[in-house]
């Protein structure tokens, strides 16, 4: 014990003179936390709270491109800005000055009605209702396209939103159309004989908390990942220091004494495992007082706080574990830093840090399964929003565990062969 108190003592020696890292190992993570959580909130109230400036070139005239109209502004989400040519608008998309162009084919409304007239008539004629103001001659009436102009710029989501709730909007006006046609032609025009309101709804249902619905937010989304990538970012100086040990000398020196490689790792891992808390700490401090003074969501750690910091201690170790290996490894510190600060990012691309597994593909959700970054993001989740106990978060902990274990163990094996030659 009393060596590895002494090792440890020199690690936080060495890692208080250099001032400069510290705060780079602290402060930069939660810049970065506040930044993309500032930057993901305010998208989403663009989104829902912001009207969004919308071109609609509207060469119908007609009744369905004024129901258009209406239910687009009625959604508080647009704001409509009318175009005189379909030209002009997609000049002004492309151009990036807007979101988006929606231009209304001519004819819309009467080829729409000869459509619904075809098709009740038919349905009247198997049943001997036909009536007279139905009877058309058989013609072929074109598929009429609302086309949608989006800038280049634009993110895949937001289009589908678009796409979807459009597509909704005008599958209930031909709805309503074909109703209005059957009453009429029922000869039921004054009093309605159709409910066009729609039958199934839908509804999300939360998880709750006593008799609180729980409602996720961008800060418990965003906390335990960006925590993680700070954490496991500390691999970077960790080799670095490993590295410069060697290089230095001060190995030479130590294995002079009767010191084993275990407990020179020991101190390391103490030392980097206790900044690691740190850097979690100030990252709830960020969310619990400061998101809400700016206006973020605040972070609610009200009964979770044990269970926090147990995943948070174990996802440090792995990080340390990784980072003495490749310390170990490691001949330069050109070698260790690149290297390590390319890992890491690769470790959060596949943990979920960045781009959710679910939407990834099947192949790339299989290798996301050995990222213990993702191990440790899926436990932070498990204890934030699925308030799940310590017994469901267990199997991720020691799989995190088992990772610092091989990864420090492997490293001291390649230490001592590497002596050995």
């Not at 993901?40 to 491109?65: A, H, M, W, Y």
């Not at 949608?148 to 634009?154: K, Q, V």
């Not at 993110?155 to 909704?168: A, H, L, P, R, T």
């Not at 840090?353 to 192949?363: G, H, L, N, T």
Request: glycine share 6%; hydrophobic share 50%; charged share 20%.
């Amino acid at each position: 014990m009393h060596k590895l108190w002494a090792s440890t003592y020199k690690e936080m020696i060495l890692l208080t003179r250099d001032l400069g890292g510290i705060a780079i190992l602290f402060i930069m993570p939660l810049l970065l936390l506040i930044v993309i959580t500032l930057v993901q909130d305010s998208t989403f109230k663009t989104i829902s709270d912001v009207r969004i400036p919308v071109l609609l070139v509207d060469n119908d005239q007609g009744e369905v491109s004024k129901n258009i109209i209406e239910n687009l502004a009625e959604s508080n989400s647009f704001e409509i800005l009318l175009k005189n040519t379909e030209e002009e608008a997609k000049d002004a998309v492309f151009a990036g000055k807007y979101q988006l162009a929606i231009v209304i084919p001519e004819n819309l409304s009467t080829s729409l009605q000869k459509k619904v007239n075809q098709n009740v008539g038919g349905i009247l004629a198997k049943f001997g209702l036909e009536e007279d103001s139905l009877i058309t001659p058989k013609e072929t009436i074109p598929q009429k396209e609302v086309r949608l102009y989006f800038d280049p710029a634009t993110q895949v989501s937001f289009k589908s939103s678009v796409k979807n709730g459009i597509d909704k909007m005008i599958s209930k006006i031909e709805t309503q159309s074909i109703y209005k046609t059957f009453q009429t032609e029922l000869g039921e025009e004054t009093e309605p004989i159709f409910d066009t309101e729609n039958f199934i709804a839908f509804k999300e249902i939360r998880p709750t908390k006593g008799n609180k619905e729980i409602i996720p937010n961008s800060a418990q989304h965003n906390i335990p990942a960006w925590t993680l990538f700070a954490i496991f970012f500390i691999i970077v100086p960790l080799s670095i220091n490993l590295v410069k040990e060697k290089n230095q000398g001060t190995f030479v020196r130590l294995r002079t004494t009767p010191v084993n490689y275990a407990t020179v790792l020991g101190g390391k891992t103490l030392v980097y495992l206790v900044v690691c808390l740190i850097q979690f700490t100030l990252m709830l401090l960020v969310g619990i007082y400061l998101f809400p003074a700016i206006g973020l969501p605040g972070l609610d750690v009200s009964g979770k706080l044990a269970m926090l910091y147990l995943v948070a201690l174990f996802s440090g170790l792995a990080a340390i574990g990784l980072g003495l290996l490749l310390g170990t490894i490691a001949e330069t510190q050109e070698q260790a830093a690149p290297f390590g600060s390319t890992l890491v990012v690769i470790l959060a691309a596949l943990g979920g840090v960045w781009v959710p597994v679910f939407v990834m593909p099947k192949f790339m959700q299989l290798i996301s399964k050995i990222s213990p970054m993702n191990w440790g993001l899926e436990a932070f989740y498990d204890v934030f929003l699925r308030n799940m106990q310590f017994a469901e978060i267990l199997p991720r902990i020691l799989l995190l565990l088992l990772f610092f274990l091989t990864t420090t163990i492997i490293a001291i094996i390649y230490n001592q062969r590497k002596n050995a030659v």
